[in-house]
């Protein structure tokens, strides 16, 4: 009967740990492909007007549609390029 109440009670724990404990499931940058991160999520042309404007510095402003898309896109993409 004691061995039942132990296991009963680790049980018990155990599913309270897994309930309770949040559990980080987003992906890091290691984990995103840069060149696929963002297909479905940004347009091509897009994706062509932030990288002159950010890393060339050159052509006009995204628009704020395009800032939407990068938004959607997430930080492991971005961090992914970045790197």
Do not use: W
Request: charge should be positive.
């Amino acid at each position: 009967m004691g061995l039942l109440n132990g296991f009963c009670s680790l049980m018990i724990l155990l599913i309270i740990n897994i309930v309770a404990l949040p559990t980080n499931l987003n992906p890091v940058a290691a984990q995103v492909d840069v060149k696929t991160c963002a297909n479905g999520t940004m347009t091509k042309q897009c994706g062509e007007s932030i990288r002159l404007r950010v890393a060339m510095n050159v052509g006009p402003p995204p628009t704020k549609d395009c800032c939407a898309q990068l938004v959607k896109v997430g930080k492991p993409c971005h961090d992914a390029y970045v790197q």
